[in-house]
């Protein structure tokens, strides 16, 4: 088992921090990991046996990125994750069943967040609205996901929404979309319960739109009218949707390549 000593942080300097992929049997990280006060990158990916984070990660008030990917025993983030003000890219697998408002809270110069393979993770939180800079949002393999949080419309910077394989994900209410006036991309793909396109992207994504992705959504029958409006799109891409019918009549006059 390979493990740490408390000792290995003291008087380090790192800027970066990394685990290779051969060392994947770390269980924990050491509380003095809060030494490295100038630390800015931290990758703990495929780390299979990590349960917990301590407290006093939320003190690397310096960290820009954070990489979780494939900790498949995560149990959560610390509470006061809120606290990691530097924070631009945040990718996560956990076992969390939400992810409380606290955690969100304070993360105002986050970027990019990649929620992947959280499978028991049945809500965002509506605190969705304290993420001012977030740019991209991708959402991956999260199966129990049902809704997205109305708080999302305030995510006025976000320009890329990737969602890949959510099962339960319908999308029916329009999800807060409307708010999304930066939105330049969207890839909504494997999500079986998809019926239609959301309402909410009627308006504020016509004029930015430029990639629109729609892949394996055998439940959509078609594509709403009002995506002949939205006229700076670039690359329209319809792929395994078996029950589509419908194509607006205007979509073939639009500047975008269709696929």
Same mark, same amino acid.
């Given at each position: ?20 992929? +051969?060392?994947?049997?770390?269980? /924990? ?6 030494? !490295?006060?100038?630390? %800015? ?9 990590? %349960?917990? !984070? ?22 959560? =983030? ?13 990718? =996560? ?20 967040? =990649? ?6 993770? *049945?809500? =965002?939180? +509506?605190?969705?609205?304290? !993420? *001012?800079?977030?740019? @991209? ?24 929404? &990737?969602? &890949? ?5 319908? #999308? !029916? +209410? ?8 930066? #939105?330049?991309?969207? $890839? ?10 959301? /309402?909410?992207?009627? +308006? ?20 709403? /009218? &009002? $995506? ?22 205007? @979509? ?8």
């Amino acid at each position: 088992m390979y493990c740490f000593k408390k000792k290995i942080f003291q008087g380090k300097n790192f800027l970066n921090f990394y685990f290779k992929q +051969e060392i994947c049997e770390l269980e /924990e990280l050491p509380s003095s990991i809060s030494k !490295l006060k100038q630390l %800015r990158y931290l990758n703990l990916s495929r780390s299979y046996n990590i %349960r917990a !984070l301590p407290s006093s990660l939320c003190g690397l008030v310096n960290l820009q990125t954070l990489n979780l990917i494939n900790c498949e025993q995560l149990q959560s =983030l610390p509470r006061d994750s809120g606290k990691l003000v530097n924070l631009k890219t945040l990718y =996560l697998t956990s076992k969390q069943r939400f992810l409380p408002d606290k955690c969100l809270q304070g993360l105002n110069s986050l970027q990019c967040l =990649l929620l992947y393979k959280c499978d028991r993770l *049945t809500l =965002l939180p +509506e605190g969705m609205h304290h !993420l *001012t800079a977030l740019q @991209v949002l991708r959402i991956y393999e999260c199966p129990r996901l049902a809704s997205l949080p109305s708080s999302i419309k305030y995510l006025t910077a976000l320009e890329k929404l &990737w969602i &890949w394989d959510c099962q339960e994900l319908t #999308l !029916l +209410e329009g999800e807060g979309m409307e708010g999304l006036t930066s #939105l330049q991309s969207l $890839l909504l793909m494997g999500l079986p319960k998809l019926i239609i396109l959301p /309402e909410g992207l009627k +308006e504020t994504a016509a004029s930015n739109l430029q990639y629109l992705r729609t892949a394996n959504c055998p439940s959509l029958t078609a594509l709403p /009218e &009002w $995506l002949q409006n939205f006229t700076s799109l670039l690359r329209l891409y319809i792929e395994d949707c078996p029950n589509l019918s419908y194509l607006p009549e205007g @979509v073939h006059h639009l500047s975008a390549k269709a696929h």
